[in-house]
């Protein structure tokens, strides 16, 4: 079946400018997550949904950035003013289970943010 | 210290050889460990899971927990120059959803 897909795959902004990522998680998952890779770096998290709420937010680096989800499909990861430190890969990935389990996470291809 | 930690490497291995890759975890209550596969530019896949005490394989993998000693490794056994890719160790803490993850060791497979 069909993997997590994100949009677009590169984006390139201006400093300053809002940008506003885009995933859509496999059929059928409930739970979603966006995680942020810099250049040679590992994967932070950012941002948790169970459904359409977001349990845990406690990896969002500032208030520029937000995310929401509608019911268990689409989200949207939107940073406001960006900065040049926001440059990065934005990987969504999906789980079948989010509330205990195994939460096997299967990831996106990434949005490739880079800000001048 | 470090929630995820792999050795920094890099690790070159010849073709047919085992290459062994560690993790170590610092939270006692950690639920479930991954292993990932990220090829150069491309997003993180998934190769194995593990949840208990001791070895599971799957085909050329075994992945190996100690929650006693708090590690988790990766074994890849006959290794080919497709495995040449860094390896994500990851782990999803109790009480969290979330993946932490570790920098990764890159693994080269010299044919």
């Given at each position: ?10 984006k390139?902004t201006e400093k300053g400018k809002d940008v506003e990522l ?12 966006w995680?942020r890779?810099r ?5 932070e998290?950012l941002i ?6 977001a349990?845990?937010k406690s990896g969002l680096p500032s208030d520029r950035f937000s995310a929401e ?7 949207t990861l939107t940073i406001q003013r960006t900065q040049q430190e926001d440059s990065a890969?934005y ?20 949005t490739?943010l880079t800000v001048? | ?111």
């Amino acid at each position: 079946g069909a993997g997590v897909s994100q949009s677009p795959s590169n984006k390139v902004t201006e400093k300053g400018k809002d940008v506003e990522l885009r995933c859509d998680p496999i059929s059928g998952h409930t739970a979603l997550y966006w995680y942020r890779q810099r250049l040679g770096q590992g994967l932070e998290f950012l941002i948790y949904f169970q459904g359409n709420s977001a349990p845990d937010k406690s990896g969002l680096p500032s208030d520029r950035f937000s995310a929401e989800r509608t019911g268990e499909s689409v989200s949207t990861l939107t940073i406001q003013r960006t900065q040049q430190e926001d440059s990065a890969v934005y990987l969504c990935a999906s789980s079948l289970i989010g509330g205990g389990g195994y939460n096997e996470q299967f990831f996106g291809p990434g949005t490739r943010l880079t800000v001048l | 210290q470090k929630e995820v930690e792999q050795n920094s490497g890099p690790l070159s291995v010849p073709e047919g050889a085992i290459a062994s890759l560690n993790c170590t975890y610092s939270d006692r209550g950690s639920q479930s460990f991954f292993w990932y596969r990220q090829y150069s530019g491309k997003s993180p896949e998934l190769i194995m899971s593990i949840y208990s005490n001791g070895d599971k394989e799957d085909g050329r993998f075994t992945a190996q927990l100690n929650k006693a000693s708090q590690y988790v490794s990766l074994l890849i056994r006959d290794s080919q120059p497709s495995d040449s890719a860094t390896y994500l160790c990851a782990v999803r803490q109790g009480g969290s959803e979330k993946l932490v993850f570790g920098k990764g060791m890159k693994l080269t497979v010299n044919p």
